[in-house]
């Protein structure tokens, strides 16, 4: 695939700020089929460090909330700066994704890059604690770390040569997903679908010099890859 918005980043900026399969890359797949017009308000869930925020902002012209459980938002702020980027264009906060601190209605859209999963399983969560913040007809576009079908009854052994039965778990396949966002009313799932580019965004991560992509390469080199995939989902609030 090709990606000119990924491309103006730096392959050593990727992979210093990377917290997963290149989520520059999973965001410019998931944008592409989008219609969140050039100066949207963006809220970035789960945006660890930084790296689709700043995408959003300065290569497709949204005001972003960069907003985050683990990373620190004044690092996250230098990296902003660093591209160019004032607090104008986007907003870092340390915010967690079940007690938002916004006003009901401020999101044109929202966009999650491999982060749902994380709070997302609660089928309470989508009403309670999101759709609430976004703008009636608004997006929320969320790249999914998932699995093709759910074999959490017979997990393969190149899955847990990285991970455990409870950290797969966070894991599912796009059935698990749709029955997850039927639960909650006035949300509209416009789309469902595997993307494209998980195996160039896995082998991207594999690359990365940290511990944690260390980890993760076990499985990916002994096949992995087989039994996941990301799932792209599109919802509207109506
Ligand atoms: C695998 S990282 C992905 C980060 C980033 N989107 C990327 O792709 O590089 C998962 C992120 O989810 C965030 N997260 C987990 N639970 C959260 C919560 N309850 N509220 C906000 N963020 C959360 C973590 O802080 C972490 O940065």
Redesign the pocket.
């Given at each position: 695939m090709k990606f000119p918005k990924t491309s103006s980043f730096s392959q050593s900026t990727m992979r210093e700020r990377?917290?997963?399969p290149n989520?520059l890359k999973l965001c410019e797949e998931l944008l592409g089929c989008a219609s969140i017009p050039a100066g949207s308000v963006v809220l970035d869930l789960?945006?660890?460090?930084g790296?689709?925020s700043a995408l959003m902002a300065r290569e497709y012209g949204h005001t972003v909330y960069a907003?985050?459980?683990?990373?620190d938002p004044s690092s996250n702020m230098r990296f902003f700066e660093e591209c160019g980027l004032t607090n104008r264009r986007i907003v870092p906060l340390k915010?967690?994704?079940?007690a938002l601190p916004f006003a009901h209605g401020f999101f044109d859209a929202v966009v999650s890059?491999?982060?749902y999963n994380?709070?997302g399983r609660d089928p309470n969560y989508l009403g309670e604690c999101l759709l609430p913040f976004v703008k009636r007809g608004g997006e929320l576009l969320f790249a999914i770390p998932g699995m093709a079908r759910d074999c959490h009854d017979r997990l393969p052994a190149c899955l847990l040569a990285s991970w455990t039965p409870e950290q797969l778990d966070y894991m599912h396949d796009m059935l698990w997903w749709r029955a997850i966002f039927a639960q909650t009313e006035g949300v509209e799932v416009d789309d469902m679908h595997e993307m494209e580019c998980t195996r160039e965004a896995w082998d991207d991560w594999i690359g990365c010099d940290n511990e944690y992509a260390e980890g993760d390469r076990a499985a990916v080199e002994s096949g992995a890859l087989d039994y996941l995939n990301t799932i792209a989902v599109r919802l509207r609030r109506q």
């Open positions: 990377s917290m997963g989520p789960g945006s660890g460090a790296l689709t907003a985050d459980l683990w990373s915010a967690d994704a079940t890059i491999d982060s994380y709070f």
